[in-house]
């Protein structure tokens, strides 16, 4: 496998726990996972409230995740989100420095410089973005910079959303910020359906550069993806496109055991190349993530816990509390959370975090 894979924890909603985090580390380094960035939006910290420090609490509980992927061969990074930073004054450079002291002290090597997810319709937006960027690279005692554009697809939801993307906004971006940094990219759509080499080669020609790929799935965060479960292998990410991108990195589902099952179909995609078969990855990562019993309750649930989803199972509903109550696993538990309404996430969840 000719690719880096890794785990980007970027939703919104309830975080993981430190101890899903570590778990889920060590389940998918053996498979060929090497990094994972921590940035969940729910982290004030790392965003609306990024100039304040990060209480000593959560220090400790980086300080645990940190040790867990160097213990595991992974690289670990930070997803810091400079929130309606405009200008690098003095109380932004305090407050930039501050972050990336903490940053050297966890042992960051990968740093998310995140421009995703607020206005975009502002002058010079890549010429202020590229700035801050290279004001914080120079300073960044990591390996590697990875930029999220405000405008991090094609899918014109962002426009409507954020207001509408500058003329040649990612030909500047890309012209302007220095070669060795990388910058993410999430395909034609916000959750692409296709991954196609053809789209890739033309990013990459407005990027100057590889892109490096976020991809939202198995994601389920905003009130309409919370209601279902993203359980299925993948699909429309042919193995050839290892070669147009600098890396993949995959937005996991709220529930961790869960979102094991399409991280360990990724793997196999790259490796069998032709030969992937997605039902047949399914069955095999569904089997060593739940072990034989609940793979096969899983699978025979998939249509209502993937395609009908939580506000549509009428009476199937406590059928299937039945049927996953008493069984003593995570993933079991997070299906009967789910059932629950346990990770249910509203507009204003996703206006305010």
Excluded at 51 to 72: D, F, I, M, W, Y
Excluded at 119 to 124: A, H, I, K, T
Excluded at 148 to 161: F, G, H, I
Excluded at 220 to 243: C, V
Aim: net charge negative; glycine share 8%.
């Amino acid at each position: 496998m000719n690719v880096e894979l890794g785990i980007i924890e970027g939703f919104y909603g309830r975080p993981w726990t430190t101890d899903e985090r570590v778990d889920t580390i060590s389940f998918l380094a053996p498979h060929g996972y090497r990094f994972y960035l921590y940035a969940p939006k729910a982290d004030p910290f790392l965003r609306r409230r990024w100039r304040e420090e990060h209480p000593e609490k959560l220090v400790g509980e980086l300080t645990r995740l940190a040790a867990s992927c160097e213990q595991n061969g992974v690289r670990f990074g930070v997803g810091l989100t400079p929130f309606e930073l405009r200008q690098l004054d003095d109380e932004a450079r305090d407050a930039l420095s501050r972050k990336l002291e903490l940053f050297t002290r966890l042992g960051v090597r990968d740093l998310g410089i995140l421009f995703d997810d607020m206005r975009g319709d502002l002058p010079d937006l890549a010429e202020t973005q590229s700035r801050i960027v290279g004001w914080i690279s120079e300073r960044f005692t990591g390996d590697r910079v990875i930029v999220c554009p405000s405008y991090y697809t094609d899918d014109p939801v962002l426009d409507r959303v954020f207001g509408q993307r500058p003329d040649g906004y990612l030909e500047s971006l890309g012209k302007l910020l220095d070669p060795s940094i990388n910058i993410f990219w999430t395909g034609e759509e916000v959750c692409s359906r296709e991954i196609s080499p053809a789209h890739l080669d033309r990013v990459a020609e407005q990027l100057r550069r590889r892109p490096f790929l976020w991809d939202n799935y198995p994601v389920n965060d905003g009130q309409r993806m919370t209601r279902f479960l993203h359980l299925r292998a993948f699909t429309g990410r042919p193995a050839e496109i290892a070669e147009r991108i600098a890396a993949h990195g995959i937005n996991p589902a709220l529930q961790p055991t869960l979102s094991r099952i399409p991280a360990l179909s990724l793997v196999e995609s790259y490796q069998l190349a032709d030969r992937y078969a997605y039902g047949a990855a399914f069955k095999r990562a569904a089997h060593e993530t739940l072990g034989a019993g609940l793979a096969t309750l899983v699978r025979e649930d998939l249509l209502w816990l993937q395609d009908v989803g939580l506000e549509r199972l009428g009476d199937k509903l406590e059928f299937l509390r039945d049927r996953y109550r008493g069984i003593d696993h995570p993933a079991a538990r997070e299906i009967l959370d789910w059932l629950d309404g346990g990770y249910a996430i509203t507009d204003e969840i996703v206006r305010t975090q």
